[in-house]
């Protein structure tokens, strides 16, 4: 990769960036400066953070931080009292962004509705009040299974002004799903919605919460939010939405909390046992967040910000705290980012709602890759200021695609990666750094980021390592939700005192970093590693591919072989014709140890709601073994069709 591949921002937007303003607030030169700084002093870091960009306390800490359990069990801002929302919601009712437009929503079929800070704010109260009524009170879990509309947000923070724990779930899940995360969480209360519309057909939400009430003793009531044409069911536990709001005041003081107190538990899949609930506090998302969103990621209180994401993934969450924490506006897309009945639904509401911030995923851009691109030359994109990715390693051609043809060399394409472990990123890019095709211009601030062979030295430059934290960040999880040996074991187990991430990666000689998947997807043969993505990519330099998931098997003489799956546009005129050339291009793209011994073509491939291919359920069902939690499975049909391209 030479120097002039490398994406250069525009100087108008170097100059203008909340990081430049940073740098010069506090004296540094540059970006790598202020990272060593932060590494070397992180008290001082943090306290720095959280005064410049001014989060409300109701009673200042004494201390920052409190490493007598570190790394594994930091404590942030001793002795301080906070919620979130007064930080998120409450403190711009008394400035100019009380009447601007906090959220604004659109469905699949275009309707739209707008809600102000003002507006946003007394919802939230309304709502607080509606579950106080129900008994709900401080430290209760509340669950949310909601699609992405203005009411969801609203739940989301009348919980936290409460005290209570949110326990946001995906809005696809199935009952069981569901069962699993009420009973472990001990939910007392859900939040609901009668349906909702994606990929062009109305989805019934409420059958799936009936299913698992059952199951779910601990539930008191479900406060349900009917849709146009939809009905409440008649199950007693289900309480009208509007009924419960208009009887519930218009004003709910926010409770006064410790940074101990859990704001929300995010439930991720593993690939055994049940999923992982990972606890949130108050101060930490708030402390990060300022890091990665607004000093690296530059969200500004004028952008329109859009992540097509759901409260299932931790960025549903991040979506609605990162633009209230700047007072910027998020935009709620209910549906899917693409579908048969609109495929470049995610690119045209950048037109249609003048998008200046707009988050992707790298398989997203994948598969708009593939589609007939006549389309995109009636969008403007102008509106583009900052395209943030994150979610798997880019392979070149997408990250080239997405660079000429969604951020037009206008917008930034700033790739991050971290995770739903930490509210954020390991290693990141910015606006004030030349960034790499598929990489990550620099490690972010206070993560103390270092690459690590498994006898825990140091990888050298270019060597493929185990990506890990040195330094236990402000976010960081308190823990994992009732089973904090399970925490320890997973993530402070393979080297002492230092977070394993449980990533692929690389750092370059010019500070530059690469990602090259999930350790436990990596695949290495003969001693070589490659990311699936790589594979896939070049996959799908074939027109007859749309989509491909590769992945490592056992092999009597290899040791380590690789089996992709493919999703063809229409069947070949000759099957032994495609396979040929697809290993060819392998060999030639990749490497020829990295050839796969076995092409399978299947109808689909198992995706999550954030479109992330779940490729340990591909391997599972290739190999005939468990796969896992399967709760955050989109697609389960694709499980089938795995089945019936064999092998």
């Not at 699609?147 to 969801?152: A, G, L, R």
């Not at 939910?187 to 299913?211: F, L, P, W, Y």
């Given at each position: 990769?030479?120097?002039?591949e490398y994406?250069?921002?525009?100087?108008e937007i170097?100059k203008s960036?909340n990081?430049?303003a940073f740098?010069?607030?506090?004296?540094?030169?540059n970006y790598?400066?202020?990272?060593?700084?932060?590494?070397?002093d992180?008290d001082?870091?943090?306290?720095?953070?959280?005064?410049w960009?001014?989060?409300?306390?109701?009673?200042?800490y004494?201390k920052?931080?409190?490493?007598t359990?570190?790394?594994?069990?930091?404590?942030?801002?001793i002795?301080a009292?906070?919620?979130?929302v007064r930080?998120?919601?409450?403190?711009?009712?008394?400035t100019?962004?009380?009447d601007k437009?906090?959220?604004?929503?659109?469905t699949?079929t275009?309707?739209r509705?707008q809600?102000?800070?003002?507006?946003?704010y007394?919802e939230?109260c309304?709502?607080?009040g509606?579950l106080q009524a129900?008994?709900?009170s401080r430290?209760?879990?509340?669950a949310?299974?909601m699609?992405?509309i203005p009411?969801m947000a609203?739940?989301?923070?009348?919980i936290?002004r409460?005290?209570?724990?949110?326990i946001?779930?995906?809005?696809?899940?199935a009952?069981?799903?569901?069962?699993l995360r009420i009973?472990d969480?001990d939910?007392k209360?859900v939040v609901?919605?009668?349906?909702?519309i994606?990929?062009?057909?109305?989805?019934?939400?409420?059958?799936?919460i009936?299913?698992a009430l059952?199951?779910?003793?601990?539930?008191?009531?479900?406060?349900?939010l009917v849709?146009?044409g939809?009905?409440?069911?008649?199950?007693?536990?289900f309480?009208?939405?509007?009924?419960?709001?208009?009887a519930?005041p218009p004003?709910e003081?926010?409770?006064?909390?410790?940074?101990k107190?859990?704001?929300?538990?995010?439930?991720?899949s593993g690939t055994?046992g049940?999923p992982?609930?990972?606890?949130?506090?108050?101060?930490?998302?708030l402390?990060?967040?300022a890091?990665?969103?607004?000093?690296?990621?530059?969200?500004k209180?004028?952008?329109?910000?859009?992540w097509?994401t759901?409260?299932?993934?931790v960025?549903g969450?991040?979506?609605?705290?990162?633009?209230?924490?700047?007072g910027?506006?998020?935009i709620?897309?209910?549906?899917a980012?693409?579908?048969?009945?609109?495929?470049f639904?995610l690119?045209?509401?950048?037109d249609?709602?003048?998008?200046?911030?707009?988050?992707i995923?790298?398989?997203?851009?994948?598969q708009?890759?593939?589609?007939?691109?006549?389309?995109?030359?009636?969008?403007?994109?102008?509106?583009?200021r900052?395209?943030?990715?994150?979610?798997?390693?880019?392979?070149?051609d997408a990250?080239?695609?997405m660079?000429?043809?969604i951020?037009r060399?206008?917008?930034?394409?700033l790739?991050?990666?971290?995770?739903t472990?930490?509210v954020g990123?390991?290693?990141?890019?910015?606006v004030m750094q030349?960034?790499?095709p598929?990489?990550?211009?620099?490690?972010n601030?206070?993560?103390g980021?270092?690459i690590?062979r498994d006898?825990a030295?140091?990888?050298d430059?270019?060597e493929?390592?185990?990506?890990?934290?040195t330094?236990?960040?402000?976010?960081?999880t308190m823990g994992l939700?009732?089973?904090?040996?399970?925490y320890?074991?997973?993530?402070w187990?393979?080297?002492?005192?230092?977070?394993?991430?449980?990533?692929?990666?690389?750092?370059?000689?010019?500070?530059?970093w690469?990602?090259?998947?999930?350790?436990?997807?990596?695949?290495?043969?003969?001693?070589?590693?490659v990311?699936?993505?790589e594979i896939?990519?070049a996959l799908?330099?074939n027109?007859?591919?749309?989509?491909?998931a590769a992945?490592a098997?056992?092999?009597?003489?290899k040791?380590?072989?690789v089996?992709?799956?493919?999703?063809l546009?229409?069947a070949?005129?000759?099957?032994?014709d495609?396979t040929?050339?697809?290993?060819?291009?392998?060999?030639?793209?990749v490497g020829k140890?990295?050839?796969?011994?076995?092409?399978?073509?299947?109808?689909d491939?198992p995706?999550t709601?954030?479109?992330?291919?779940?490729?340990r359920?591909?391997?599972?069902?290739?190999?005939?073994?468990?796969p896992g939690?399967?709760?955050?499975?989109?697609?389960p049909e694709?499980i089938n069709a795995?089945?019936?391209?064999g092998?």
């Amino acid at each position: 990769m030479t120097q002039e591949e490398y994406y250069i921002p525009r100087e108008e937007i170097r100059k203008s960036s909340n990081l430049a303003a940073f740098l010069k607030e506090t004296g540094f030169e540059n970006y790598e400066a202020l990272c060593e700084a932060s590494n070397k002093d992180p008290d001082w870091f943090w306290d720095l953070i959280l005064k410049w960009q001014g989060i409300v306390f109701d009673q200042p800490y004494e201390k920052i931080r409190d490493t007598t359990n570190a790394p594994q069990f930091t404590d942030w801002c001793i002795g301080a009292k906070l919620n979130l929302v007064r930080t998120c919601i409450d403190r711009h009712l008394n400035t100019n962004r009380a009447d601007k437009v906090a959220i604004e929503a659109i469905t699949e079929t275009g309707e739209r509705r707008q809600w102000t800070y003002r507006r946003y704010y007394e919802e939230s109260c309304r709502i607080a009040g509606a579950l106080q009524a129900e008994g709900i009170s401080r430290g209760d879990a509340v669950a949310i299974y909601m699609p992405m509309i203005p009411e969801m947000a609203a739940a989301f923070m009348a919980i936290a002004r409460i005290g209570a724990i949110a326990i946001p779930l995906f809005s696809g899940f199935a009952a069981p799903a569901i069962a699993l995360r009420i009973n472990d969480a001990d939910v007392k209360a859900v939040v609901t919605a009668t349906s909702t519309i994606r990929g062009g057909k109305s989805v019934e939400m409420t059958a799936a919460i009936e299913e698992a009430l059952p199951q779910s003793p601990t539930v008191r009531s479900v406060l349900c939010l009917v849709r146009e044409g939809d009905a409440l069911p008649s199950n007693p536990l289900f309480k009208d939405w509007q009924a419960s709001l208009s009887a519930a005041p218009p004003f709910e003081e926010a409770v006064s909390l410790t940074p101990k107190d859990p704001l929300f538990v995010a439930f991720t899949s593993g690939t055994t046992g049940k999923p992982k609930g990972v606890v949130q506090n108050h101060i930490g998302i708030l402390g990060k967040t300022a890091t990665d969103f607004t000093l690296c990621l530059d969200m500004k209180e004028k952008d329109r910000h859009l992540w097509m994401t759901d409260m299932g993934w931790v960025m549903g969450p991040l979506t609605l705290i990162s633009t209230s924490l700047v007072g910027a506006t998020v935009i709620l897309a209910e549906g899917a980012p693409t579908h048969a009945g609109d495929p470049f639904r995610l690119l045209k509401l950048v037109d249609e709602l003048e998008i200046s911030h707009m988050g992707i995923a790298p398989t997203v851009a994948r598969q708009l890759m593939t589609l007939d691109q006549s389309p995109l030359k009636n969008l403007s994109l102008s509106s583009l200021r900052i395209v943030p990715s994150t979610g798997e390693a880019w392979t070149p051609d997408a990250w080239h695609w997405m660079r000429d043809n969604i951020c037009r060399n206008r917008a930034v394409p700033l790739n991050i990666s971290g995770g739903t472990e930490l509210v954020g990123a390991i290693v990141t890019s910015t606006v004030m750094q030349d960034i790499p095709p598929c990489g990550f211009s620099a490690e972010n601030l206070a993560v103390g980021a270092r690459i690590l062979r498994d006898d825990a030295s140091e990888a050298d430059i270019g060597e493929v390592g185990e990506l890990v934290m040195t330094q236990s960040p402000m976010g960081l999880t308190m823990g994992l939700w009732k089973d904090n040996d399970r925490y320890l074991q997973t993530y402070w187990s393979t080297y002492k005192d230092i977070w394993h991430h449980g990533d692929w990666a690389h750092k370059n000689e010019d500070g530059t970093w690469h990602i090259h998947g999930r350790s436990d997807d990596t695949i290495n043969v003969a001693g070589k590693r490659v990311g699936p993505p790589e594979i896939e990519g070049a996959l799908m330099e074939n027109p007859a591919v749309a989509d491909a998931a590769a992945i490592a098997v056992p092999d009597d003489i290899k040791g380590v072989g690789v089996v992709c799956y493919c999703v063809l546009r229409e069947a070949p005129a000759s099957g032994d014709d495609l396979t040929r050339a697809l290993k060819q291009i392998v060999a030639e793209r990749v490497g020829k140890p990295f050839s796969p011994r076995e092409i399978l073509y299947t109808r689909d491939l198992p995706k999550t709601r954030s479109m992330k291919t779940m490729r340990r359920v591909v391997r599972a069902t290739y190999l005939d073994e468990h796969p896992g939690d399967l709760s955050s499975l989109s697609n389960p049909e694709a499980i089938n069709a795995l089945k019936k391209a064999g092998h």
